[in-house]
């Protein structure tokens, strides 16, 4: 079997790998948008995509060994890779009761699928949380003042929040304490800018602080 031979055989395969490990990464980037590089550094994360793209490749080989000769290979791993989670919904019963009175003993796929997605989540989010909170102890010791013209600033510079939505959220942040007012503010810019903007701010407003002090 020369190499031409090969890449035709394994074609559909990683076309079908492709697609699963797609499928997955959305599920993370969704998920952790506000620190998508190390989330994704996360062994967790690796652990998630990985088990998408076996499960994924699972369904192909079987549906391919049952699927007429004719069928194309790339066709069904299109469809395979696109759709193979709608097998998840599907519930395998495992003892059929005798009588139409009593319930059937199933098994879930979405069920399990859900269960081990959760569990990945819970911790990548763990893996996350050190990090975070870090930043947080760190902005929270800033004056309230200066935490405020860092949402402001995010505020105009961002294409998607606007001036006017922020200051409805500085106005409301007013009924809190000081010390509530910074975690609130702090935890804005960490969700809304993500992990990368807020450890950059903060990297320059000691910047600043130094050059004032020198």
């Known amino acids: 079997m020369d190499v ?10 990683l076309l079908v790998a492709v697609l699963a490990f797609l499928w997955a990464l959305t599920e993370v980037i969704q998920t952790f948008h506000s620190d998508i590089r190390r989330a994704l550094r996360s062994g ?8 998408n793209i076996a499960f994924a490749l699972l369904v192909f080989a079987l549906v391919r060994s049952i699927s007429p000769p004719p069928t194309s290979p790339y066709l069904l791993a299109l469809g ?12 395998v019963n ?19 699928y859900n269960r081990f997605q959760q569990f990945c989540r819970e911790q990548i989010d763990r893996s996350l949380l050190s990090g975070h909170a870090s930043l947080l102890d760190q902005a929270t010791h800033l004056p309230v003042e200066e935490l405020e013209r860092q949402v402001r600033l995010f505020a105009h510079a961002s294409a998607i929040h606007t001036p006017e939505q922020v200051d409805e959220y500085l106005t409301r942040l007013h ?22 903007l807020l450890q950059e701010r903060l990297k320059a407003i000691g910047r600043t602080g130094a050059e004032s002090r020198s």
């Open 80 to 91: 395979v890779g696109a759709g193979w989670q709608a097998l998840l919904r599907t519930r």
């Open 94 to 112: 495992l003892l059929q009761p005798l009588t139409p009175d009593d319930r059937a003993v199933s098994l879930s796929l979405s069920d399990l």
């Open 175 to 196: 009924a809190y304490s000081t010390e509530e007012r910074k975690l609130y503010l702090a935890s804005y810019l960490l969700r809304q800018g993500g992990y990368g």
């Open 44 to 51: 967790w994360s690796v652990l998630l995509l990985g088990v």
């Open 4 to 13: 031409k031979d090969v890449a035709t055989a394994l074609g559909p395969y």
